[in-house]
C-alpha cells in the first residue's frame, strides 16, 4: 500500500496550482477548494467576494517515495509570486493570497524552503507567502475541477493558466508524468 501525505497550498487562482500538480510526477491528486475562513460549506460566489476569508487553495496528495514535500514546495514557491500580498496579477483579494497550511513538521518545512528561495533571490521582492496550521479543505464545486485541462482555450486559461503550466515545464521538466 502506497503511503500518501497531503499538504494545502494557496498561490491565486486555484486553477493555476491545481493543472501545474497534477502534472509532476507523484502527486496522486490536486483538487481545487477553499481553506482559512469562517464559513461553513463555502461556495465559488461566496469567496469571491472576499467575505468568507477563504484563500483559493489546492489539497496536494502525493507519495512522498516519489516527490518530497521540499520539492512541492520548491514549485510552489517557483511557479507563482510569493511576493504579491492578496493578489496574483489582476486577481486582487485575500482569497488569492499566497499561503500554506500544514501541520508543525509541514510548517518547519515550509519556512526552510521560503527562506532558502528568498536567499537565493529569485524573486525581486520579499517574500509574503503565509505559512499556517492545519486548516478545513472545503472542496470546490466540480465545475472547477481540471478546469484547464477542459477549458484550454477560454480567454484567463490562455492569458494566465498556460504560461504558468508553461513555466512549470520548462522549471522541472525532469518530474513530469
Not at 491565486?12 to 481553506?35: D, Q, T
Not at 492545519?134 to 482555450?153: Q, V
Amino acid at each position: 500500500m502506497t503511503q500518501t501525505s497531503s499538504i494545502i497550498l494557496g498561490g491565486g487562482c486555484f486553477w493555476c496550482v491545481e493543472a501545474i500538480f497534477n502534472g509532476l510526477r507523484g502527486i496522486i491528486s490536486a483538487k481545487p477548494g477553499y481553506a482559512g475562513g469562517h464559513v461553513e460549506h463555502p461556495s465559488y460566489k461566496a469567496v469571491c467576494t472576499g467575505r468568507t476569508g477563504h484563500a483559493e487553495v489546492v489539497r496536494v496528495v502525493f507519495n512522498p517515495a516519489e516527490i518530497g514535500l521540499e520539492d512541492i514546495l520548491r514549485v510552489f514557491f517557483t511557479t507563482h509570486d510569493p511576493t504579491q500580498l492578496n493578489r496574483q496579477g489582476n486577481d486582487v483579494g485575500t482569497q488569492y493570497r499566497s499561503v500554506i497550511f500544514g501541520d508543525e513538521a509541514q510548517q518547519a518545512v515550509a519556512r526552510t524552503v521560503r527562506d532558502d528561495i528568498a536567499a537565493q533571490n529569485i524573486w525581486e521582492a520579499p517574500l509574503v507567502t503565509s505559512i499556517e496550521g492545519p486548516a478545513h479543505f472545503w472542496e470546490a464545486e466540480e465545475s472547477h475541477h481540471d478546469y484547464f485541462a477542459r477549458n484550454p482555450e477560454t480567454a484567463y486559461c490562455a492569458a494566465v493558466v498556460a504560461p504558468k503550466i508553461a513555466k512549470a515545464r520548462k522549471l522541472y521538466r525532469d518530474r513530469l508524468k
